[in-house]
């Protein structure tokens, strides 16, 4: 598996309340991206970046912000945690810092819970 | 926007029979790829496809794209305890950043 981790891998907060998950990879890669993931819905892209400082809005972006101040770690914010925001979180990376590459690898998940 | 839908939504087999995954999308796709998730894992990528009417193989996953490069489909055959999980599919269009991810179809095989 490429060299990407999560962080926590779980949580369980109260609705209101601030949460930040961390993605951290050691390849290198260009391309990182936040989804999330529900029954029924696959993969849905949140947030995504293509450099440092570099980022962008997935198609449910609404309630999440997302910042990269380096190529290994970009973070994603719940400004005020929604139960609707319960889900479980895949961070994935792709390409090089030189050139695109297609492929996705992702990390191993964090599950939130928010009460 | 762009849509991508997979079919059927589960799927439960006996060891030894195939199973086929269609997946289509609303757009003409750029390519397109394949995904296997196994229970409480992350998704890990199987393949790539580009070219209109490609077939690739991989031991007993076939995977193939439409020539009108709209749907594609995975087949797996005699199908092993090995292969539970969930396949995704992902698409991208000649207009997107970024790849759409079908619902996915989740496989059990019963030994």
């Known amino acids: 598996d490429a060299g990407i981790t999560q962080s926590p891998r779980h949580k369980v907060t109260e609705t209101g309340t601030p949460v930040t998950l961390r993605c951290h990879q050691t390849?290198?890669?260009?391309?990182m991206y936040w989804y999330r993931q529900d029954p029924g819905h696959g993969l849905r892209l949140i947030h995504y970046?293509?450099?440092?400082?570099?980022?962008d809005k997935g198609e449910v972006s609404d309630g999440y912000s997302v910042s990269r101040s380096k190529t290994e770690d970009f973070l994603l914010t719940l400004e005020s945690a929604t139960s609707s925001q319960t889900s479980v979180y895949f961070c994935?990376?792709?390409?090089?810092?030189?050139?695109?590459?297609?492929?996705?690898?992702f990390g191993p998940g964090t599950r939130l819970t928010v009460l | 926007g762009q849509q991508v839908m997979q079919i059927p939504q589960y799927q439960h087999v006996q060891e030894g029979e195939d199973f086929t995954t269609y997946c289509n999308s609303s757009?003409?796709?750029?390519?397109i790829q394949w995904y296997k998730q196994r229970p409480g894992g992350h998704p890990v990528f199987l393949i790539q496809?580009?070219?209109?009417?490609e077939v690739k193989k991989q031991k007993r996953l076939t995977f193939q794209f439409g020539e009108a490069k709209k749907n594609s489909s995975l087949h797996i055959t005699a199908t092993q305890t090995t292969d539970v999980g969930t396949y995704f599919c992902?698409?991208?269009?000649?207009?997107?950043?970024?790849?759409?991810f079908g619902p996915g179809t989740r496989l059990s095989v019963l030994p």
């Open positions: 994935a990376i792709s390409g090089t810092l030189s050139g695109g590459a297609d492929t996705q690898y």
């Open positions: 390849e290198n890669h260009r391309y």
């Open positions: 970046s293509y450099g440092v400082k570099d980022t």
């Open positions: 757009t003409t796709l750029s390519n």
């Open positions: 496809l580009v070219k209109s009417g």
């Open positions: 992902a698409g991208r269009d000649n207009y997107g950043q970024n790849f759409v």
